[in-house]
């Protein structure tokens, strides 16, 4: 693999070296010493033109774990605010020696862009609403690690399907990996032809979570309520809101998954961010895991 | 110069002749494999000059015109002054004049500074040669605005070009709404920014009495809503672009900025529709909307990346090759599209021989890097056409002539 800019053009079989490596990389984390010799002598980069603590430290951490070397570059402390051009910013980096280019750009498509100019590896760390391809493998990763298969899963995705990234990058993987995608979310955040795409749309929260594996809520802005895609934030936790009463539908050991951040009370109850079912911290260290496994892919 | 044995196909002709420019030259050619059809008239385009010219000018977009095969083009005001005054109107002009080459008929602003708030002076524009009014690019959102437009513009004989784009439906969307736009995660412009205001314009042109005409159509229900407005006899004429019959938004995918247009690339019975509303008439005229632009403005994010295409010179071999030769038009019907009824709509005169003379059977491949427009962004690249230009003759002179028939 030369770059990895989403799950719609990555195969089941590189999904699935991914995620074998990741369970290696798993054990230098979960170690003393967390430091590997996989990236000795390798440049990495992280640009990113949207703020992000925990994505950015993510891929930080997982560079440093196997000891390369690391910058990072934020849209607004860099010459981005001066006008220079994605490619000008991605040709420069390029030329003080970077092999991986991390970006994460409010733009679907910019990853792309660069991947076609330059040279260097590039990770697609969320472009616009396109994709999220390292949050969609770690969490297949997540559920891998406590379903043993991604083949024969019903996983519903809940939420604001329209703008997210995470949503479109787990429907690519998930339903390469042979699992059932539900999503379910007001019929304003529902993209048209997302059926297409492989998932299934299911507008009521009770009916989609029957008997699901795994649900994973998504992050909705709450100023998209101005835009007149629901009407107040008190009617979408009533109708769309995961609670308990919600995950008495779905089958017995089902997961609660949540990329985070999380607005308490909105897309979930706080009872079940923090109940048993939920792997929302453990998707945190598998998302470092993941991260250390395709750094080492793509610069192997 | 003499065409020795050349076909020359007009709407209701078809015929082996042998045609005379009276251009001094004593060159006889033998054009027994040539075609001469009645010279093409662009009734939409962007030579980009006053403001731009970084992207185009009026002598790099007449060139590119008249290798493209047309003799007669009508330019958009969305330049830097807008033409929305006779002083933008009389430098155009002027400029185009002095080239004796390819002829420039400005379309005038329908407001100020194309801000869909004050009328322009359509009387004096008209009066300085100005053929038609629009606010191209920025489409008038007031409905009652339009109406006066239409009323006012009527009483000087300017006919007016709306751009159809209801720009509250279409968000900040930056290509067709649908399949493509959902995998791809870009916004979509819906179908119905379009329509909405086709429907609106059609409803005015109703109401009024009055003609209006449709720029660039590219859906299926625009097409139906036109077919049946002209068939209760309201004054609706409407011109679609090469792109909508030959393209769908699957050119996107790989966030192929120079598939970026506005109206967007639609979908397959969209493309449908378009070629079945130029059969059966609903759809007067084809127009290149050629929008050229710099390579900067398309090498970006395609959310920022400029909408539109370098036409010009590609326009007539992709109508040939997907309308005449796909069996859909007879040459004679594509003449009516692309000489004919732009003309009609624009009232301007015919006069003096205007001509383009195309080979029928020789296959050529687009190259946009080597286009003489300023403007290489095309989608275009490596299609393969028949319809290859070789001469254009405006008012009895040659103003293009072909390399490959040179020497
Ligand atoms: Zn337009």
Redesign the pocket.
């Known amino acids: 693999m030369k770059h990895l800019l989403g799950l719609k053009d990555t195969s089941k079989e590189e999904i699935e070296n991914i995620l074998e490596t990741a369970r290696g990389m798993q054990v230098i984390l979960d170690s003393n010493i967390k430091k590997a010799p996989h990236l000795n002598g390798k440049s990495i980069v992280t640009l990113f033109y949207e703020n992000s603590t925990r994505t950015r430290l993510s891929f930080e951490l997982a560079s440093k774990y196997l000891s390369s070397a690391s910058a990072n570059i934020s849209a607004s402390s860099s010459s981005v605010a001066k006008g220079e051009t994605l490619l000008d910013t991605g040709r420069t980096i390029q030329r003080m020696g970077t092999d991986v280019i991390i970006i994460r750009h409010p733009m679907a498509g910019a990853p792309h862009l660069l991947a076609k100019h330059l040279n260097c590896s590039i990770v697609n760390a969320g472009d616009g609403m396109n994709e999220h391809p390292t949050q969609a493998l770690l969490d297949m990763y997540t559920m891998l690690r406590h379903k043993g298969t991604l083949q024969g899963l019903k996983v519903v995705i809940t939420g604001d399907v329209l703008h997210s990234r995470v949503a479109r990058s787990n429907i690519w993987g998930l339903t390469k990996m042979g699992a059932e995608v539900v999503v379910n979310g007001p019929a304003t955040m529902m993209p048209v032809a997302i059926e297409d795409m492989g998932a299934r749309v299911e507008p009521n929260i009770k009916h989609a979570v029957k008997d699901a594996d795994v649900i994973m809520g998504l992050r909705i802005q709450l100023e998209r309520q101005k835009s007149g895609l629901f009407p107040t934030i008190r009617e979408y936790s009533k109708f769309f809101s995961v609670n308990e009463e919600t995950l008495s539908y779905a089958a017995k050991d089902c997961l609660i998954m949540h990329p985070g951040p999380v607005n308490r009370g909105v897309e979930m109850t706080s009872m079940l961010i923090d109940g048993d079912s939920s792997v929302i911290e453990e998707q945190v260290t598998s998302g470092v895991a993941v991260r250390m496994a395709i750094l080492y892919i793509l610069t192997r | 110069m003499v065409f020795k044995n050349i076909r020359y196909v007009s709407v209701n002709e078809d015929k082996v002749m042998d045609i005379h420019l009276d251009d001094g030259s004593d060159k006889v050619v033998d054009a027994k494999n040539l075609v001469a059809i009645p010279g093409l008239v662009d009734m939409h385009c962007h030579l980009r000059d006053p403001g731009y010219e970084y992207k185009e000018d009026i002598a790099s977009g007449v060139k590119a015109a008249a290798k493209g095969g047309f003799v007669k083009i009508a330019c958009m005001p969305n330049t830097k002054p807008v033409i929305d005054n006779s002083a933008v109107v009389s430098y155009i002009r002027k400029k185009a004049e002095s080239l004796k080459s390819v002829k420039v008929y400005p379309i005038g602003a329908i407001t100020k500074n194309i801000e869909g708030k004050e009328l322009a002076e359509i009387g004096d524009m008209k009066a300085h040669g100005a053929v038609a009014i629009s606010d ?2 920025n489409p008038v959102m007031s409905s009652s605005l339009m109406k006066k437009a239409m009323i006012y513009a009527h009483s000087f004989d300017m006919p007016v070009i709306s ?1 159809c784009e209801d720009k509250d439906l279409a968000e900040d969307g930056s290509m067709n709404e649908g399949f493509v736009s959902t995998v791809l995660g870009l916004r979509g412009i819906p179908k119905a920014a379009e329509e909405a205001m086709v429907a609106r314009e059609i409803i005015l042109a109703e109401y009024t009495g009055l003609p209006v005409h449709i ?2 159509v590219s859906t299926r229900l625009a097409v139906h809503m036109i077919r049946d407005a002209k068939k209760r006899g309201v004054k609706v004429t409407c011109e679609t672009c090469h792109h909508y019959f030959t393209l769908t938004d699957e050119t996107v995918y790989g966030f192929n900025t120079y598939a970026k247009v ?1 109206p967007p690339l639609r979908e397959k019975e969209d493309v449908e529709a378009i070629i079945e509303g130029l059969k059966d008439g609903t759809i007067d005229a084809i127009a290149t ?1 050629h929008a050229p632009h710099h390579e900067d403005e398309k090498k970006i994010e395609f959310q920022l990346a400029a909408n539109g295409i370098s036409g010009f010179e590609t326009a007539f071999g992709l109508s040939y090759t997907y309308l005449v030769r796909a069996g859909h038009l007879s040459l004679g019907e594509l003449v009516d599209k692309m000489s004919i009824r732009p003309l009609e709509i624009l009232k301007i005169k015919d006069e003096g021989v205007n001509l383009t003379i195309f080979d029928p059977n020789v296959k050529f491949v687009v190259e946009p890097e080597k286009f003489v427009s300023k403007g290489k962004n095309s989608p275009f690249g490596g299609f393969e056409l028949f319809g290859e230009v070789m001469y254009t003759v405006v008012d009895g002179r040659i103003v293009y002539t072909s390399d490959k028939v040179k020497g």
Request: proline share 0%; hydrophobic share 15%.
């Open positions: 191209d690019g751009h720029a660039h506005n909307d």
